[in-house]
Nanobody, 123 residues
Framework: QVQLEESGGGLVQAGGSLQLSCAVSGRAGTPYAMGWFRQAPGKERSLVGAISWSGTIYYRNSAKGRFTISRDSAKNTVYLQMNSLETEDTAVYYC?????????????????WGQGTQVTVSS
């Protein structure tokens, strides 16, 4: 059974940093891609960035230069480092695993989801 455990959300002032973590269990030895999504109130859940099994990384335009995705394969954990946070980054952040080694921008193609973690950026 695949489980994703998220951690690291919180309240931060604009310009600050947060690191989110997503620990994956139940996928030992099976290639997968992971996406980081976010959903602000009244908006659709959208992709922030993603990492393929081979390590190729994608970022949405608003995340480029501010957010960094990394992976610790030994811990089966993927990280989202967020710097220079803006109030517009306030949202619930979700990690998700896709049953494929390749990432996708289509959120419906991700089969497993974390519980979500709130990120609030104050001005």
């Amino acid at each position: 059974q695949v489980q994703l455990e998220e951690s690291g959300g919180g309240l931060v002032q604009a310009g600050g940093s947060l690191q989110l973590s997503c620990a994956v269990s139940g996928r030992a030895g099976t290639p997968y891609a992971m996406g980081w999504f976010r959903q602000a109130p009244g908006k659709e859940r959208s992709l922030v960035g993603a990492i393929s099994w081979s390590g190729t990384i994608y970022y949405r335009n608003s995340a480029k230069g501010r957010f960094t995705i990394s992976r610790d394969s030994a811990k089966n954990t993927v990280y989202l480092q967020m710097n220079s946070l803006e109030t517009e980054d306030t949202a619930v952040y979700y990690c998700a695993v896709r049953d494929s080694p390749y990432y996708s921008e289509n959120r419906d193609s991700y089969a497993y989801w974390g519980q979500g973690t709130q990120v609030t950026v104050s001005s």
